[in-house]
């Protein structure tokens, strides 16, 4: 039998985004609780080195996410981790539950929700192993790390090609590879790409290994290709996979604004078409992905979610309803 908790917000998920609101929320001296499926940190605790956010010329991951939650903690932020939520629902009194997979309900008037997203993995050998050491799902956060170096692009879509030619300004030669002999990304994309000297395509060929230089780092991937099932190996030192990235929005999917990606819509206080709903960080449908823009979001929806929660108390002190 599942427990009822109540608190006056619930974060959904601890990564950037769910801790920086939990850092304002603490501020504000708002009763807030933020839920984690896993350990607070998200992303970041994927990521070996940050090179881009401000103040840090160069972080790890992990002790960026460390330092995000100390504060947090610090304003008075309580976490609670290993609970994933299976669903966030408004109520007719226009109070919101969160139900968790323990099958224990957090009632609370606002929930700010910053359970991020998962770059789509090929699933070979080697990859995750070398996930930081080579292989990637972010040129703008790892390209530099690859200067002069040759590297390979898995995908055929708009983010492979885009992430392909921005490569180039780092790394000497970018191989791009993709399972089929035609690509889906906007052909405006496709010709800046065969334009680009520094690029060369690899049609028909899926990447079956990636293969390390027996000090942790990549060197080379076992492909093949897919019309003459020949097998070949290729030198790269980096691997970057856009095969998709799946917004973690199912928890509200079904009654939230999303856009065909599935990515949450919001109006320029991080709030959904769901009033006291708000909705920050990778999740949010937005221009580009990255801790700063999480952070910025999330600073938004908190300080939004403040003075809704006031603007809701006010009303109730004069009489009026709360159920907004
Ligand atoms: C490999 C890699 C390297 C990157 N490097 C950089 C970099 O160098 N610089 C940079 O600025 N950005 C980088 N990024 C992007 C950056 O990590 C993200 O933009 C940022 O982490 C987004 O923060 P977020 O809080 O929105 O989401 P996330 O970091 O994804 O956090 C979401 C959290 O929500 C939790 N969650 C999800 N669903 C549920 C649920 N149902 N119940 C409970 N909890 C849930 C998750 O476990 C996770 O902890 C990188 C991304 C990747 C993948």
Sequence with gaps: MGQNFEHEVVIV????????????????????VVLERGFPGGELLNTELVEDYPGFETILGSELAQKFQDHAVKFGAAFKTGITVDGVRKRADGMFETVTDSGDTYVSPAVIITAGGTPVKLGVPGELEYAGKGVSYCAICDGAFFRNHTIAVVGGGDAAVEEADFLTRYASKVYVIHRRHE?????ILQQRLFENPKTEMIWDTAVEKVEGDGQGLVNSLQLRNLKTNAQRNLAVTGLFVFIGFKPNSGIVKGHVDHDEMGYIKTD????????????????????????????????????????????????????GGVAA
């Design 13 to 32: 998920g601890a990564g950037p985004a769910g801790m920086c609101a939990a850092m304002y929320t603490g501020r504000a001296m708002l009763d807030a």
């Design 268 to 319: 320029v206080n991080m709030q959904t078409n769901i009033p006291g709903l708000f909705a920050a960080g990778d999740l949010r449908a937005q221009l580009t992905r990255q801790v700063t823009t999480a952070v910025g979001d999330a600073t938004t929806a908190a300080i939004a979610a403040e003075k809704y929660l006031k603007a809701r108390k006010d009303r109730a002190a004069q009489g």
């Design 183 to 187: 690509l889906r990304a906007s052909k």
